[in-house]
């Protein structure tokens, strides 16, 4: 069983930068794949970037390529989200996800932390 909780929400101006965390407490973390998504008001939940197991390959949605990059420190079991040229359009709530090589979805995920960015 993983646990998972977001941090480093917060109110940023448009430009700005913004480094989440996720940190995650069980077994095994190294061997899952971790995302992030989020969830603007009255939006559905997107996909934002994802990064493997090892760290050595990451992926991310094409709103946010070039402007946001996700690492991980697996001896610190920890994920985290750069995000770079904030822009309003990147207001919402974020939630890191976790799978393990045998599930077929994401099945762990945190509370989620907010990211409000003014214009």
């Known amino acids: 069983q993983v646990q998972l909780v977001e941090s480093g929400g917060g109110l940023v101006q448009a430009g700005d930068s913004l480094r989440l965390s996720c940190t995650a407490s069980?077994?095994?973390?190294?061997?899952?794949?971790v995302v992030w998504f989020r969830q603007a008001p009255g939006k559905e939940r997107l996909f934002v970037a994802g990064?493997?197991?090892?760290?050595?390959?990451?992926f991310y949605a094409h709103s946010v390529k070039g402007r946001f990059t996700i690492s991980r420190d697996n001896a610190q079991n920890m994920v985290y989200l750069q995000m770079n040229s904030l822009r309003p359009d990147d207001t919402a709530d974020y939630y890191c996800a976790a799978r393990g090589n045998l599930d077929t979805s994401y099945v762990y995920w945190g509370q989620g932390t907010q990211v409000t960015v003014s214009s």
């Open positions: 069980g077994p095994s973390f190294s061997s899952y794949e």
């Open positions: 990064i493997n197991a090892t760290g050595g390959s990451t």
